[in-house]
């Protein structure tokens, strides 16, 4: 069946340094990939998204790697700052089939000082 | 400026006593959905609209139901609720159809007493 999950629940991380979050997906017809970010006590927020013609699309300071082959995914963060302290998820769709936004599991950032 | 915006942000209820928690956007979007979010859980999707097209998951028990009048509102409507349904409720948007970046709102936590 469809699933999408993380390897890590928890990444600590100085402040300054680069993060990286992973996920990895079974669902091989998910075409279309999304990171949101969740603080604590309110909705998921949007980071970046990308689809499955692309291995690679940043923003501002994020960069979303995407590896077709292995069903993995992974979110960098660079110079990671105290704001960055978040609950995030990947989310899968099958864009040109239907609607729906499966979440994973979440991995939680923390930030050290 | 809120884009989609759910009431109230915290709903308490007794047990068994029907509730309906509410949505609206302002962005027009062809896709509502609604998610189910208990503490340091992904969201769980619950069911979604294309337009008035309803969407159901096939976990979602029959005790959640929806409605969508119109583009703007839905609604989440938990019939007679349990102790096991406190959990944050998250309504997103999206336009669909390949389009599916998600706005969501800052979700109702319910407590149910």
């Known amino acids: 069946g469809e699933s999408v999950g993380l390897h890590l629940p928890t990444l600590s991380v100085q402040e300054g340094d680069n993060s990286i979050i992973n996920c990895a997906y079974s669902?091989?017809?998910?075409?279309?990939f999304i990171w949101y970010k969740q603080e604590s006590g309110k909705g998921p927020q949007f980071i970046i998204d990308i689809r499955s013609n692309m291995d690679k699309r940043q923003g501002q300071r994020v960069t979303v790697l995407l590896n077709k082959t292995v069903k993995h995914l992974s979110l960098q963060i660079a110079a990671t700052q105290p704001g960055d302290s978040a609950v995030y998820f990947c989310?899968?769709?099958?864009?040109?089939?239907?609607?729906?936004?499966?979440f994973g599991k979440g991995t939680r950032l923390h930030i050290l000082p | 400026d809120a884009m989609v915006i759910q009431n109230p942000r915290y709903q308490v209820t007794q047990f068994g006593k029907p509730v309906t928690l509410s949505c609206s956007q302002t962005l027009n979007h062809n896709v509502m959905y609604w998610y189910q979010q208990k503490s340091s859980q992904a969201p769980k999707l619950l069911f979604h609209y294309y337009d008035k097209d309803f969407n159901n998951e096939a976990d979602t028990p029959d005790n959640f139901q929806s409605r969508r009048p119109n583009t703007s509102f839905c609604f989440l409507d938990i019939r007679s609720p349990g102790l096991g349904d406190a959990a944050m409720y998250l309504c997103?948007?999206?336009?669909?159809?390949?389009?599916?970046?998600?706005?969501f709102g800052q979700g109702t936590r319910l407590t149910v007493v």
């Open positions: 997103a948007t999206s336009r669909g159809r390949g389009r599916t970046e998600a706005f």
């Open positions: 989310a899968e769709n099958k864009a040109n089939r239907d609607d729906k936004i499966i």
């Open positions: 669902n091989s017809a998910s075409d279309y």
